[in-house]
């Protein structure tokens, strides 16, 4: 199956600075590589997802770029805000599209 | 729309007991899903079901079962808990599988002694 390794998994930054999120997947077979953030007790919340035809989506702040000759994608936040502060969470889809993977998860701390 | 609803959200069991976590959604999704999440180590996939009748395994299927019997549930099974399914469980959906925006309940924490 597929394996997702996710970097750094703790991560602090003052308050407007930028904050990077690295994943690497092994299953070429992946086509879609979504985001998740998760706050202390909390569900999971997608925040930015992105599809293997497309190298970078922009929402806002958040921004996701995929390179799949590399097999890697990031997660980048700018001018982060105490609000940001979280546990965020990449994935693949693996190679049927039924079955999601997730990396190990990044706690991330805006500090103001 | 309640979206996904799980019950119970706090569980405490024996070694040897047997339970069944309950996930329910009312938003018509085809495809939906069990993790269970343990620190450091992500989410991962329990059993997944692309619709009525159909369940299939994920990343770590043992000791537990699940049925699909309508649309709106997804039970997971607990035959015999051990503590090291010891977790926080979640429930997920989607309109069309594992490469959709993915619906999360509000989580099952279970401890089992």
């Known amino acids: 199956g597929e394996n997702v390794e996710q970097h750094p998994s703790t991560l602090s930054v003052q308050e407007g600075d930028s904050a990077v999120i690295k994943c690497t997947y092994s299953d070429s077979a992946s086509n879609y590589f979504p985001w998740y953030k998760q706050e202390l007790g909390k569900r999971p919340q997608l925040i930015i997802d992105?599809?293997?035809?497309?190298g970078e989506k922009k929402d806002q702040r958040i921004a996701v770029t995929l390179n799949k000759t590399a097999k890697h994608f990031s997660l980048h936040i700018t001018e982060t805000q105490p609000e940001d502060s979280a546990v965020y969470f990449c994935a693949a889809s693996g190679n049927t599209g039924n079955q999601f993977y997730f990396g190990t998860g990044t706690s991330l701390t805006v500090i103001p | 729309n309640a979206g996904v609803t799980q019950t119970p959200k706090f569980q405490v069991l024996k070694t040897g007991q047997s339970m069944t976590l309950q996930c329910a959604q009312d938003?018509?999704?085809?495809?939906m899903s069990w993790y269970r999440q343990d620190p450091g180590m992500g989410l991962r996939l329990i059993h997944y079901?692309?619709?009525?009748?159909?369940?299939d395994q994920g990343e770590v299927p043992n000791g537990y079962n699940v049925s699909r019997s309508t649309t709106e549930d997804f039970p997971l099974r607990l035959l015999s808990a051990a503590p090291s399914q010891t977790s926080v469980y979640f429930c997920?959906?989607?309109?069309?599988?594992?490469?959709?925006?993915?619906?999360f309940g509000a989580g099952t924490r279970l401890s089992v002694l």
């Open positions: 938003m018509n999704h085809e495809y």
């Open positions: 997920a959906s989607s309109y069309w599988g594992g490469e959709d925006i993915q619906y």
């Open positions: 992105i599809r293997s035809n497309v």
């Open positions: 079901s692309v619709g009525a009748g159909i369940t």
